[in-house]
């Protein structure tokens, strides 16, 4: 099984629809990202959370919002989907502590096609 | 503002070498990472150089100048399953990570 698991990982819907991403992870990390990936963009940060009570936007926050239910899981919801919404989005996790670099370990990621 | 710059697209032989290179410009630095990404898929962890000098990794390996903000990714011997997109993120004062669009390196038979 992955460390890091989204689900869905593709998903269709329409324009004005509330929908969901999830993400748990395994590794035992406090901190949790969100990015979005588009063609030719590279990614962006959408929120962060460094644990449970700690939420923070990144640079695209406005049209989302998140949830940290526990330190394993991280939500991101789109309120109200738009078509420019549509991009891959990735999940992440990382941790500092006990000399570690840093490095992210992402989820597969979800797909999201917005008509 | 904060900027990594790193070529689109790069088109290389089998079997040769092909060097990747990315510059920044931070709010301080506090490492650089490369992460390669096939198509479609999540991006992996390749290196990370947080002081001058080069990294060696089997068939990759990685160089930072802090005083240039330069870093290079060095592929050799380079394998069609090398063809994947190359992200050079660094890691600034408050510990975020800056992302580069990503390189997309085209490997030919």
């Known amino acids: 099984d992955a460390d890091v698991t989204q689900t869905p990982r593709n998903r269709i819907t329409k324009t004005g629809k509330r929908i969901m991403l999830e993400c748990s992870q395994t590794?035992?990390?406090?901190?949790m990202y969100w990015y979005r990936q588009d063609p030719g963009l590279g990614l962006r940060l959408i929120y962060y959370s460094f644990d449970v009570k700690d939420i923070n936007k990144g640079e695209i926050s406005d049209g989302y919002s998140v949830s940290r239910q526990a330190q394993a899981k991280f939500s991101l919801s789109l309120e109200s989907a738009i078509p420019n919404q549509t991009a891959l989005y990735f999940c992440?996790?990382?941790?500092?502590?006990?000399?570690?670099?840093?490095?992210?370990?992402f989820g597969e990621g979800s797909r999201l096609t917005v008509l | 503002g904060q900027n990594i710059d790193q070529p689109t697209e790069m088109t290389a032989t089998e079997g040769a070498i092909v060097q990747i290179n990315c510059t920044y410009q931070t709010s301080g630095f506090n490492g650089l990472f490369w992460y390669q990404q096939h198509a479609g898929e999540a991006p992996t962890f390749l290196s990370y150089?947080?002081l001058d000098g080069l990294e060696e990794k089997g068939r990759f390996s990685s160089f930072l100048s802090r005083s240039k903000g330069y870093s290079y990714l060095l592929l050799k011997e380079l394998q069609m399953k090398d063809s994947a997109s190359y992200l050079c993120a660094v890691l600034d004062s408050n510990y975020q990570l800056i992302w580069g669009a990503g390189t997309k390196l085209i490997i030919k038979p």
């Open positions: 992440a996790t990382s941790d500092l502590t006990g000399g570690d670099t840093g490095e992210l370990f």
């Open positions: 590794k035992g990390h406090d901190r």
């Open positions: 150089n947080v």
